[in-house]
């Protein structure tokens, strides 16, 4: 939640006015907190004081100079273009809602509006959807659609006043999903001076680019977090567990026509094709994430570093890591990030069929087939991440509840791994980025 930070289109066209509308309609019939808008940590409900408002939002603008037709984009929720700059990359802006019904039962809503891809559906404005209920101090159930507590940024990675950098390191952030429809349940003691945290969630989210294609599902999530904090130390652990499937009906032809061609007496070319079809009509896939994380924060110093590994082969296989540190100096935080993800699948170059397939099935069918190689090769490629991203950068903390931030970036996008950019092609690239964002939250 919005209190919880750190301590230092399509916007849903429908989905946001009616959401922010249901918002305030509830506060036009119930009493509001004292400290909306304060930052405070939140206070035991207390009479009169059953509804509170918070807020947060990011207005940013960014440079880019790479590859011609390349698209930058934050998240793989996100359109694309090739627009030199632009002001959708970070600009966003967020709207939060608790309401404590009974001392141990509270309702939280969370509206963002931000720019959303072609297949968004209206909905995925609603953020956070929860009921939360606290039998004690010690535990917390929350039943609706909750966050993705796999990540460590997991609570506020839209909140850009709770983290250091201009955005969350695209390398790991960009493809990870951001809500969960389902439930967790939370468990906190203490061991001295050490907070020990373990969580446990069950759902499905949706997955995939809603800029091209139409998203796929992650089902039977399950998985569970262990924390531990003391002092200027957070550790962190996850582990989670799901199903992948996507709608393949428009691969059908394309998987025939391989299945065809799998048959053939031509032992290399029947390999290839059952390796096009396998990995093409991959469906209902068991899929895995593993996270370390740990965050440090003293007066003057702060930092994040984190290790994930997304197991889906033969779909993906990445491994994905970041380091963020920062120095205060007054108002002013300087800090550099780097962060990389590696692919255990290697990128293809398309086979070459069509002189080998002549004289077996004639020269219009190879050419037929050896563009289909050249087609699924292409599909394959593109949905390779692998990059690597240096950041130099510098916080400005203007007020108690804003910040500015001035970042560069440096892109680099080896053969085959342009899965995060709109337009990409298989050629190797580089890129820079420049960023200026205004965090605020109220």
Not at 142 to 162: E, H, I, K, Q, T
């Amino acid at each position: 939640m919005l209190n919880d930070l750190p301590r230092s289109p399509r916007l849903g066209r429908r989905a946001v006015p009616w959401a922010v509308g249901l918002l305030l309609g509830a506060l036009a019939g119930a009493p509001v907190s004292a400290d909306v808008g304060s930052g405070e940590a939140p206070q035991e409900p207390a009479a009169g004081q059953s509804l509170r408002l918070s807020g947060f939002g990011t207005l940013g603008v960014a440079g880019l100079s790479g590859p011609e037709g390349w698209g930058y984009r934050r998240e793989l929720t996100q359109p694309g273009h090739a627009s030199t700059w632009r002001a959708d990359i970070d600009s966003r802006l967020g709207v939060q809602l608790n309401y404590a019904a009974t001392p141990t039962l509270e309702l939280v809503g969370q509206v963002i509006a931000k720019k959303r891809g072609a297949f968004a559906a209206d909905t995925d404005a609603i953020e956070w959807a929860y009921a939360s209920y606290r039998p004690d101090g010690d535990w917390t159930l929350r039943v609706g659609r909750v966050n993705v507590d796999a990540f460590l940024m997991a609570d506020y990675r839209n909140v850009g006043f709770g983290f250091l950098t201009a955005r969350p390191p695209v390398e790991l952030y960009a493809r990870q999903p951001t809500t969960l429809d389902g439930a967790d349940a939370a468990r906190s003691w203490w061991v001295g001076d050490a907070q020990w945290r373990v969580k446990v969630l069950l759902g499905n989210t949706r997955i995939g680019d809603n800029n091209f294609s139409k998203p796929g599902r992650l089902n039977g999530v399950h998985g569970a977090m262990v924390s531990r904090e003391e002092g200027p130390w957070l550790l962190r652990a996850s582990a989670a567990r799901g199903r992948v499937n996507f709608d393949l009906s428009g691969l059908q032809p394309a998987l025939a026509t391989f299945g065809q061609l799998a048959q053939l007496p031509l032992p290399g070319i029947a390999a290839q094709a059952q390796a096009f079809r396998d990995r093409l009509s991959t469906n209902d896939l068991p899929v895995t994430f593993t996270e370390l994380g740990a965050r440090y924060e003293s007066a003057d110093w702060q930092g994040n570093l984190e290790f994930v590994r997304v197991a889906a082969s033969p779909l993906t296989v990445e491994t994905t890591a970041y380091l963020t540190v920062g120095r205060r100096f007054g108002a002013w935080t300087p800090y550099v990030s780097l962060s990389r993800v590696r692919n255990g699948l290697a990128a293809q170059s398309p086979p070459a069929w069509q002189a080998s397939l002549t004289p077996l099935i004639g020269a219009s069918a190879a050419a037929q087939a050896q563009q289909l190689a050249d087609a699924a090769t292409a599909v394959l490629n593109g949905g390779r991440i692998e990059q690597s991203s240096n950041a130099l950068g510098v916080r400005w903390d203007v007020h108690p509840q804003a910040a500015v931030k001035l970042q560069w970036d440096q892109v680099r996008v080896p053969f085959g791994g342009g899965s995060l950019w709109t337009g990409a092609d298989s050629r190797a690239a580089r890129a820079r980025l420049t960023s200026l964002v205004l965090d605020f939250i109220f």
